[in-house]
């Protein structure tokens, strides 16, 4: 992860996280490629099931997961995310 390990420091610190930690989940998680979105379909109908309210939601803000760290989007909106569902 050397090639994010500015933005791996930093976001450790501002955090109060273990730099090697979050290192470590981005490599599990995106395998350190940057631009990398997994959608999972079934996740957002078991989601509805839970939470029906949400019905009228792009399912993309439920069930994707986005970047490196495969953060969901509603979390990575809360973050300052700003990008596409």
Known sequence: M???QAE???AAG???LDADLVAAVVEQESSGW??????EPDFFDRYLKNNPAYANRNPREVSASYNLMQTMYTT???HGYDGPP
């Open 8 to 10: 791996i420091d930093a």
């Open 76 to 78: 990575a909106v809360e």
């Open 34 to 39: 940057a631009s990398a979105f997994r959608y």
């Open 14 to 16: 501002a955090h109060g």
């Open 2 to 4: 050397r090639a994010y």
